[in-house]
């Protein structure tokens, strides 16, 4: 057990409606991550933080945003939820930076009508 | 986009056999990592190979590594129904880690 919470682990939402995801870990790593799993795409990283209030793209950030306010926290937002948002999302940790494994959560299953 | 591509997409096994899968990639690696899946579930970690290692061993895995093809292959030996699950093999390079769509593997009792 990695010590990541994601909560919620399930929300159904409506086209437009702004979403926060939120990753909790215990661990005290530095980087964090945020995924989305869509089937036959595998993990995609949206966006990761490498530090209190630093944070940085990853390949599909179009859409999302995200905030680090607190080491132990990293939230995800979407503004305007779309449907093609529909997805899996894992929030991932890690204690450095390379050469190291990434530790991740449970998942939250995101569906927008 | 993907970097990491597993080969075969699906695999059925009877326990007690062993389970080979593949993973090819593009572009240069610090390392690359397998993880496993279990339905509903986040990705577990099981195994690291830098790119200066050819192979890796832990408990039924088996992992080798040839940065010239750029391709690696996990290997499951004496498996078991516990096995079934989804594996992933990632590429990692600086902070970019990139997964493949994984390999279903499903382990018959």
């Known amino acids: 057990d990695a010590g990541i919470t994601q909560s919620p682990r399930h929300k159904v939402t409506e086209t437009g409606t702004p979403v926060t995801l939120r990753c909790h870990q215990t661990?005290?790593?530095?980087?964090m991550y945020w995924y989305r799993q869509d089937p036959g795409h595998g993990l995609r990283l949206i966006h990761y933080?490498?530090?209190?209030?630093?944070?940085d793209k990853g390949e599909v950030s179009d859409g999302y945003s995200v905030s680090r306010s607190k080491t132990e926290d990293f939230l995800l937002t979407l503004e305007s939820a779309t449907s093609s948002q529909t997805s899996v999302y894992f929030c991932?940790?890690?204690?450095?930076?390379?050469?190291?494994?990434?530790?991740f959560g449970d998942g939250t299953r995101l569906s927008i009508l | 986009s993907q970097q990491g591509e597993e080969d075969p997409q699906a695999l059925s096994i009877q326990e007690g056999e062993n389970a080979t899968m593949n993973c090819s990639y593009k572009?240069?690696?610090?390392?690359l990592q397998w993880y496993r899946q279990n339905s509903g579930r986040g990705l577990v970690h099981l195994i690291l190979?830098?790119?200066?290692?050819r192979e890796k061993h832990s408990g039924r895995l088996r992992v080798t590594l040839d940065t010239s093809k750029k391709s690696s292959s996990l290997l499951i030996t004496a498996s078991r129904a516990a096995d079934t699950a989804s594996y992933f093999c990632?590429?990692?390079?600086?902070?970019?880690?990139?997964f493949g769509a994984g390999t279903r593997l499903t382990v018959k009792p």
């Open positions: 991932a940790t890690r204690v450095g930076d390379s050469n190291q494994p990434q530790h």
């Open positions: 661990e005290n790593h530095r980087y």
């Open positions: 933080s490498y530090g209190v209030k630093d944070t």
């Open positions: 572009t240069s690696i610090n390392n």
């Open positions: 190979i830098r790119s200066n290692e």
């Open positions: 990632a590429t990692d390079y600086v902070n970019d880690m990139r």
